[in-house]
DNA sequence: CAGTGAGCGAGCTTCCGCTTGACTT
């Protein structure tokens, strides 16, 4: 039996501290939390003034018993969760839980997991910090109370299994708000103009300057104005401005900002960078990954001064320490730095290796010295207008931190291209050699990522970064929003260019609204948001958590009674949900288009309970109504009757093929030719349901039968060998088994088949994965 | 694998924040 036993949150910390605390000290993992209102009631016993109604849930017991069993063997307990609301309440739980005398239980803890960290900690025994704990039930039941209130109200009244929640209700907010302001938004255009400018400088030396507009016109009228104005005119160098400037690196990483960067300069999704990430904590090669601290270790400040030093040189190293600044941020770890700056690269997958480096160079950058550089506008002046031409140009005097990091930004803007400018003088003169005015269209404001939204809902301090992947998640399982591409459209755009004194004209095309990988929020979304804001509007706030996290604080500190805020809190809400209850009808978003002209009958468009659709004629007991599903990419708050009445094509007979129809029409996989009882899906981006010629169905279904014939390797009657997604496999009644490595697919025989499938042993039978 | 769209009613769904494994022929 142990001395003492250390409780911490996480496995892997547990193993990393007890390397720093010797023989006399076991340390162990509770794996988070162990304890939780009850999982199918409310678990509030509203009437007792809120009290709490814990339970252990059931994937958790095997963890108590063993921490019992541990805890009833030691001498002294240590409990060193993390120093934050939750990790505070973790310890009260442990506790109650363990059955531990709290005189004697020892409640410690530490920023980071250095040996000199822990073992100040282990000298500073405190006791349980019950405000605090105060703060987590707060925060717990008032959670609970929005979450398991107003979820049946949805049910009810918009659909079943839906939820809303004070996090991923406002999230869907910011999707919504984002999504009008793109429809309502009218995009304007104006002219703007860009020069190429010769001349020769004082060494005798040609050089070419490119020089933007200073002013912009709205028209093409105004532009081929000035256009000759410019080539009636003399142009020379008007002023030159040098001033110097620096940038500073950016802090090393914390939850929010690894899962922005590790999207835009790596492609992840943000599920996928924690998983990564979970990876290279697990085998011990960064610290923790769900933190909002910027901080470093001193240790962590003293290694990295060492590896820039002999890396780059001392003049790279500057030691920073970054405050941090989001709200809410609780700081119970460090920043997310590599363990070992000495390490540049790690063994792994290719995707640990990529994160790893991002991680390294960002956490080195961050102590390193700022950049220096010399910032240059040349100005263009000329002889018979006021309007100017201005080349900017950007010199790195000293590399400093981006010699290893350079941060990305949201928005491209091939614009902002930083160049070298070529040696000039004052008034020297400049021939243009083409000034060319284009048409530039102004842009909606754009659609979130996962990874913006992300940052936004950290800005508005919602969220905590255990929560940030699993609430991008949940808003998209339960259909609200989507993350989608969209192929955008082309629009044409006026060029007029000035070249030898002629000005010419000509109409060029771009793509605009293309989107890729972005998150789109769905009818239900939107019907649930409009429910949402109009039933709850100051839960719906975008301020309401930090407005209530206001009111945490205030019990932390002692001076505030939670039941008491609680209270308060419940009474106006409980009689919104009321209210909400007893509106009578359910909310179906339905809105009428018009007419069809055809055959006069009414056309609507409403939420059905498969989805949304249009409706053509109304339900009444001689004729139904028929009905079409919207496609993926149409809402029903912009769908046009135009555009509904196109939907009730499908499904269509576009010709025929070995004596049997070709139809074609969209399904639950989307769209499709359905040819003797069988389907085969269109291409996505190539084939169109509504111009797909017969021709090219026949070409689908030929293309499927080829592609058949190469998945089967050998077919023994009710024992096949395949090829699949994830190589060759064997199948036999429906279920699957893996080749061992060395064998053959081509010349396994039936009997090889045969053995292969005793070896694997017996089967589960096939669980059927509930949807949604 | 490629439907459905009404209404009845039983029984289920649901929150946020701590943590890691399941699972992938």
């Known amino acids: 039996m142990t001395e003492n036993l250390v409780i911490v949150e996480s496995p892997a910390k547990a193993k990393t501290i007890e390397k720093f605390l010797g023989k006399e000290f ?34 958790k017991q095997k963890v108590v018993n063993e921490l019992r069993k541990l805890a009833s063997g030691a001498k002294t307990v240590w409990i060193a969760s993390d120093e934050d609301r939750e990790g505070e309440a973790i310890a009260w739980h442990l506790i109650a839980v363990l059955g ?52 049946p109200v949805l049910w009810k009244k918009v659909q079943p299994s839906l939820s809303a929640g004070r996090v991923q209700s406002v999230a869907v907010r910011l999707l919504v708000d984002r999504e009008r302001e793109i429809i309502g938004f009218v995009s304007d255009s104006a002219f703007k103009l860009s020069g190429l400018f010769m001349g020769t400088n004082k060494e005798g030396k040609n050089v070419t300057l490119k020089a933007e507009c200073a002013k912009k016109f709205p028209g093409e009228h105004e532009a081929k104005t000035f256009l000759d104005t410019c080539s009636s005119s003399a142009f020379s160098v008007e002023n030159i401005s040098v001033k110097p400037g620096t940038r500073s690196p950016a802090p090393p990483f914390t939850t929010s900002t690894l899962q922005q960067e590790a999207y835009r300069k790596l492609g992840f999704s943000v599920a996928q960078t924690m998983s990564v990430a979970q990876k290279l904590y697990e085998a011990g090669k960064i610290t923790y990954m769900r933190t909002d601290s910027t901080n470093l270790s001193s240790l962590a400040l003293n290694t990295a001064r060492e590896v820039i030093t002999t890396e780059y040189g ?16 609780q700081e119970a770890h460090e920043a997310i730095r590599p363990t070992y700056f000495d390490k540049k690269d790690v ?81 020297m003169p400049l021939i243009p050699e083409t000034i060319t005015a284009t048409q530039r269209f102004t842009s909606p404001p754009p659609r979130y990522t996962e990874a913006s939204l992300v940052k936004k809902l950290e800005e508005l301090g919602i969220g905590r970064p255990s929560t ?26 006026i060029q007029l260019t000035l070249a030898k004194s002629k000005i010419s004209r000509t109409v060029k095309s771009e793509v605009a609204g293309k989107e890729k990988s972005k998150l789109f929020p769905k009818d239900i979304g939107i019907i649930v948001n409009d429910f949402l804001t109009s039933n709850f509007p100051d839960i719906l706030d975008y301020n309401f958590t930090a407005d209530v996290e206001k009111e945490f604080d205030e019990i932390a500190a002692g001076k505030v009674e939670w039941g008491k805020m609680i209270s308060e809190f419940y009474m106006p809400f409980h009689k919104s949900v009321d209210v909400s209850l007893a509106i009578r009808e359910r909310m179906t978003g339905a809105r009428s288009l018009g007419n069809d002209p055809v055959s006069g ?24 109504p028929r009905f079409a599903n919207l496609r993926r990419d149409q809402l029903m708050e912009t769908i046009t009757l135009q555009e509904a009445l196109t939907l009730f094509e499908l499904p269509r007979t576009i010709g025929s093929f070995e004596d049997s129809e070709l139809i074609v029409g969209v399904g639950k996989f989307g769209p499709y030719v359905k040819h003797s009882g069988k389907f085969y899906s269109l291409k996505r981006g190539v084939d169109d349901p509504y111009t797909i010629t017969e021709e090219r169905g026949i070409e689908l279904i030929t293309e499927k039968r080829e592609g058949e014939k190469m998945k089967v390797i050998n077919d023994y ?45 017996p089967k589960k039978t096939t669980k059927r994965t509930k949807k949604k």
Request: net charge positive; aromatic share 6%.
């Open 26 to 59: 076991t340390v162990v993992s509770s794996f988070g939390h162990i304890r939780d209102l009850s999982k199918n009631k409310l678990g509030i016993e509203i009437e007792k003034g809120f009290k709490p109604v814990y339970e252990v849930p059931a994937d």
């Open 601 to 624: 009958l009414p056309v609507m468009v409403k939420m059905s309970k498969y989805g949304p659709v249009v409706q053509l004629g109304e339900a009444n007991p001689d004729k139904k």
């Open 314 to 329: 001392s003049k790279y190293s500057r030691t920073r320490q970054f405050k941090t600044h989001s709200k809410g941020a």
């Open 100 to 151: 531990l005398d709290p005189s004697v239980t020892r409640r410690i803890v530490f920023h980071e997991i250095t040996k000199e960290a822990i073992t100040r900690a282990v000298e500073l025994p405190r006791q349980v910090d019950m405000n605090l704990v105060n703060a987590q039930q707060a925060r717990r039941v008032l959670d609970r109370l929005v979450g398991f209130e107003i979820s």
């Open 347 to 427: 063994a792994g997958s290719n995707n640990e290796k990529k994160l790893y480096e991002l991680i390294w160079r960002r956490a080195i950058a961050s102590q390193m010295t700022d950049a220096e550089l010399e910032k240059t506008t040349i100005t263009i002046g000329m002889s018979n207008s006021e309007v100017t031409f201005t080349a900017a140009g950007e010199v790195v005097l000293f590399d400093g931190f981006l010699r290893v990091y350079s941060e990305s930004t949201d928005t491209i803007n091939s614009d902002d291209e930083k160049t070298i400018l070529p040696r000039v003088t004052r008034e």
């Open 717 to 761: 009657g009710d024992i096949q060998v395949l090829n699949g997604r994830y190589g060759p496999y064997i199948t036999m009644n429906k279920n699957n088994y893996r080749i061992p490595k060395g064998s053959d697919p081509q010349k396994l025989t039936k009997e090889d088949c045969l053995s292969i499938i005793e070896k694997s042993g």
């Open 468 to 493: 940030y992947a699993p609430i991008i998640s949940t808003i998209q399982s339960r259909g609200y929003v989507a993350r989608e591409d969209r192929p955008g459209e082309k629009r044409d755009i």
